[in-house]
């Protein structure tokens, strides 16, 4: 079958990513025959946009398998196979565990969190394996000191974050770091990868149509080293930071799309990824 998926003219004004690993990952991990992995893949999607009308959802993004394309991938795969515990922070439908399990690591070693638990739910339809996977999954806001996280404090070797960060203000992803940082053993070695949208200038913005005054901000490499320099100070550890910007973000404007500021930095931005290790 075609790696991409279709989508409707005019729901979506940006280019679709190439979906063909996620799609291999579901033939080959969940077992689902060729013929009825398209309409399988729609139904789960149609599923959660009624939780949340992500656009990341919209554009099949739980597909889009990253952490595998790493550097640190296969380092990763190794040290949860020799007992490490991996947590994926904002794991949506666990894609990204559902792939290091395929690949050898032992289910009871990943641990996956995210806001949504109806999302936790349909990782399970999604892949067909709540009757194998042993992964611990965890509905939980990270802002919530009450929450099942705070229990996990010093227990996780790698935790993984992609598109969560850029969600948030500067304020908030500086908390979101430390909280992080607590929640990683306290030893050298304990390492963050991840992923979100960045761009060549770090700078504070509000997504187009929202009208609650929420602010968000993208970082630039520099703006986000820097940020882990100022939570390794309030958390007395010292961390290395290894950041790249790639063009992975094919963002493409809709001629039904105005030229706002919004659209403007999205077809601007691009991919930062970043190691995070601690020294």
Known sequence: MSNTMSIPNGENPYEIYDLESGLKLLREYSGIPDEDVKKHVELIKEKALEVRHYPCIRRYRFLDLIMMTTEVYQEVLERVKNGDKFMDLGCCLGQEIR???????????????DLWGEYLSMGYELFKDEDRLQTTFIAADIF??????????????????????????????????????????????SIIIGRQSGGETAMEYSRAGDVSGRKQFQHNPQSWKELWDRVG???????????????????????????????????NAKGLRFTIRRL
């Open 99 to 113: 792939k290091l399990v395929h690949d050898g690591a032992p289910s009871a070693n990943t641990y996956g969190s």
């Open 144 to 189: 919530d000191d009450s929450s099942p996280l705070a229990k996990l404090s010093g227990q996780m070797n790698v935790i993984y974050v992609g598109d969560f960060f850029h969600l948030f203000n500067l304020e908030e992803q500086e908390e979101i770091a430390e909280r992080i940082v607590h929640l990683l053993a306290p030893q050298p070695g």
């Open 233 to 267: 100070n309030k958390t007395r550890s010292k961390w290395s930071a290894d950041v790249e910007l790639c063009q992975e973000f094919k963002f493409k404007p809709s001629v039904r799309i105005d030229t706002s500021s919004e659209v403007q930095r999205l077809m």
